[in-house]
């Protein structure tokens, strides 16, 4: 089963490749309840970094549009993939997010399959990945979704979920 809106966030863990200044921390570990917490946050999910749309359109439209989402409400935007937390951090130095959109890893896809969003590409072998999504959840809580389906890049976009954003908030 998918998860919806209404639904809470699984209580998974997912992993993020943590530096401060010269001195490298690692990976931690974060259990998603706890990262979401009294927070409003905007997940983008995407089926793999270095992948042609995901590097070149999803994540730098929501580089560019960071100030917009932050001025609507959202206190975070993370982008989770099927990759390790190394990769994950690799993709944010070459694709410039700095500390703009946390990147976070769901390296054995235990969310994407908590969430029913897994997507199967061993045929192009990449394995089990995450479909493509975004969504908004507050608390924890999913007030938004949008779930693209297979080899579409149509509406997960910056410029559709800031729409989308604006008419979430005035529902509540």
Same mark, same amino acid.
């Given at each position: 089963?998918?998860? =919806?809106?209404?639904? *809470? &966030?699984? +209580?998974?863990?997912?992993? /993020?490749?943590?530096? /401060?200044?010269?001195? @490298? /921390?690692?990976?931690?570990?974060?259990?998603?309840?706890?990262?979401?917490?009294?927070?409003?946050?905007?997940?983008?999910?995407?089926?793999?970094?270095? @992948?042609?749309?995901? !590097?070149? $359109?999803?994540?730098?439209?929501?580089? /560019?549009?960071?100030?917009?989402?932050?001025?609507?409400? %959202?206190?975070?935007?993370?982008? %989770?993939?099927?990759?390790?937390?190394?990769?994950? =951090?690799?993709? =944010?130095? +070459? !694709?410039?997010?700095?500390?703009? %959109?946390?990147?976070? $890893?769901?390296? $054995?896809?235990?969310?994407?399959?908590?969430?029913?969003? !897994?997507?199967? &590409?061993? +045929?192009?072998?990449?394995?089990?990945?995450? +479909?493509?999504?975004?969504?908004? =959840?507050?608390n924890g809580l999913v007030v938004d979704l949008l779930r693209e389906d297979p080899g579409c890049f149509c509406y997960t976009d910056a410029? @559709?979920? &800031?729409?989308?954003?604006?008419?979430? &908030? *005035? *529902?509540?």
């Amino acid at each position: 089963m998918s998860i =919806a809106i209404g639904d *809470q &966030l699984p +209580d998974v863990n997912i992993f /993020e490749y943590v530096a /401060e200044g010269d001195e @490298t /921390e690692g990976i931690k570990v974060w259990r998603l309840p706890d990262l979401v917490y009294k927070k409003k946050v905007l997940i983008v999910g995407l089926i793999g970094v270095f @992948t042609p749309v995901c !590097t070149n $359109s999803h994540i730098p439209g929501y580089v /560019e549009a960071y100030d917009h989402f932050h001025r609507a409400g %959202i206190d975070e935007i993370w982008c %989770i993939s099927v990759n390790d937390p190394f990769v994950m =951090a690799a993709f =944010a130095r +070459d !694709t410039g997010c700095g500390d703009k %959109i946390r990147m976070l $890893s769901d390296g $054995s896809g235990e969310l994407a399959d908590h969430m029913g969003m !897994t997507l199967d &590409l061993s +045929d192009r072998g990449m394995g089990v990945r995450s +479909d493509r999504f975004a969504m908004i =959840a507050d608390n924890g809580l999913v007030v938004d979704l949008l779930r693209e389906d297979p080899g579409c890049f149509c509406y997960t976009d910056a410029s @559709t979920m &800031l729409e989308r954003l604006e008419g979430v &908030l *005035q *529902q509540n």
